[in-house]
Nanobody, 115 residues
Framework: VQLVESGGGLVQPGGSLRLSCAAS????????TTWYRQVSGKERELVAR????????TYADSVRGRFTISRDNVKNTVYLQMNSLNPEDTALYYC?????????WGQGTQVTVSS
């Protein structure tokens, strides 16, 4: 199983980015997939989650209304659309899923929001 994130970068406050998490070795639509983020020295924070099958979504209070998690079952990819970014969103963003009790993580993609 491999998860590969992409789409991070430097963006100005108020800007947007779309992160992607592509999976190999598993089918995303069968499992919960979660985006986390982490700032150095702080605990990893759950950002958004999408459920299998129905695609029900949940969000951290800090991003609700600005971020959208979605899934493309054909491409086996999960996305995180991030709008109205602010400097507090600066972090390393990780994709996560768990299969039969085993956690899988991508390598992370850095998002920096700065003018």
């Amino acid at each position: 199983v491999q998860l590969v994130e992409s789409g991070g970068g430097l963006v100005q406050p108020g800007g947007s980015l779309r992160l992607s998490c592509a999976a190999s070795g598993l089918t995303f639509s069968r499992y919960f997939t979660t985006w986390y983020r982490q700032v150095s020295g702080k605990e990893r924070e759950l950002v958004a989650r999408i459920s299998p099958a129905t695609g029900t979504t949940t969000y951290a209070d800090s991003v609700r209304g600005r971020f959208t998690i979605s899934r493309d079952n054909v491409k086996n990819t999960v996305y995180l659309q991030m709008n109205s970014l602010n400097p507090e969103d600066t972090a390393l963003y990780y994709c996560n899923t768990f299969v039969e009790g085993v956690q899988y993580w991508g390598q992370g993609t850095q998002v920096t929001v700065s003018s």
